[in-house]
């Protein structure tokens, strides 16, 4: 192991490994996942990344959709809203993986795994939060990504379509038959983790882009997925709203959360204010600890490790 505490391979990360900063603190990290794409994830989580900046945290962004590049068009829209504006907005230290090139698929993995640590052991010795926005697809980085979550958030789109990402329903009855791949490769991840330091992760779902159309069907959503949440246990979060904002901000760079910007601007609407507190709502729900504070969680398991 080197001296970030991160194992060069994520695969067979052994018992007791932990993510240590500089200071011997361990960041806490934030997996944006699901196996869709289009359901909001590099938006929730640009949205995560700046409510962390504003509170003063020092935050990481990892970028594993390196092809998609939501996350990273998103920060260089925002380094060009500063610039045209002169301003200075936080920003987090941010990384982005491409894929690997190589045509061996172990090749290939290897390199991506050898890549992920690097840019994870850097977040990690200068960040307190790490927020990680991966592919909606199965793939060697996302997987990767997953190993570590500390906290994994899931926005669905609000339909009974989306809800077959988290397990197959028999379509007259609407009862659960089995869980989706998704919602059993979570669960590997869970009894690896547990293995490996101990830890759990907090799995949240969150509904994205409910519309205000279809009552009946979001309620029908919402009571499936209640039940399901507690069969494969995850917690349940409300998202946002269906919100033209949301697109808005994203060619600026801004989040809802850049208050002082957006009222600069000509004022905030009704629509935004609501989206906001959206947004505050979530952030409350997702309720992500205080920085540093595995340390002393994690120095207690080590000595009833070794004690
Ligand atoms: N609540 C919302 N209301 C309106 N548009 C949204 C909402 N959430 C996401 N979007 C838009 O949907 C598209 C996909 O969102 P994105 O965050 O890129 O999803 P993913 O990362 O899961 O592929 C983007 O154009 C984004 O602006
Ligand atoms: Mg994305």
Known sequence: ??????????????????????????????????????????????????????????????????????????????????????????????????????????????????????????????????????????????????????????????????????????????KILRPSTYAAMVWEHRMRRQQRDRGVIDWIVMRNRLSHLDARNKREVGQVLETLSKRIGFRLAAGFGERVIFRELFLKGLTLLDLAQLEAQGGLTMSHVAARQEVRTLIEAINLPPAGYRRAAAQSATLRQTG
Do not use: W
């Open 1 to 174: 192991m080197d001296g970030s505490g991160v194992r060069p391979s994520a695969a067979g990360i052994a018992p007791g490994t932990t993510l240590v900063d500089a200071r011997g603190q361990i960041p806490h990290v934030v997996v944006f996942g699901n196996e869709k794409g289009g359901t909001g994830k590099s938006t929730t989580a640009l949205h995560v990344v700046v409510s962390l900046l504003h509170q003063g945290h020092r935050v990481g962004a990892l970028d594993l959709d390196a092809r998609q590049g939501t996350l990273t068009r998103y920060m260089r829209n925002r380094q060009d809203y500063m610039q045209r504006h002169d301003l200075e907005l936080p920003v987090p230290v941010y990384r982005a993986i491409d894929r690997s090139t190589l045509a061996d698929q172990t090749d290939a993995s290897a390199d991506e795994t050898e890549r992920f640590n690097q840019a994870l052991a850097e977040l990690s010795s200068r960040c307190d939060f790490i927020v990680i926005d991966t592919p909606g697809a199965d793939t060697t980085l996302g997987r990767l990504g997953h190993t570590f979550a500390d906290t994994l958030i899931t926005p669905i789109n609000d339909s009974f379509v989306d809800l077959d990402l988290l397990a197959t329903l028999d379509p007259d009855s609407l």
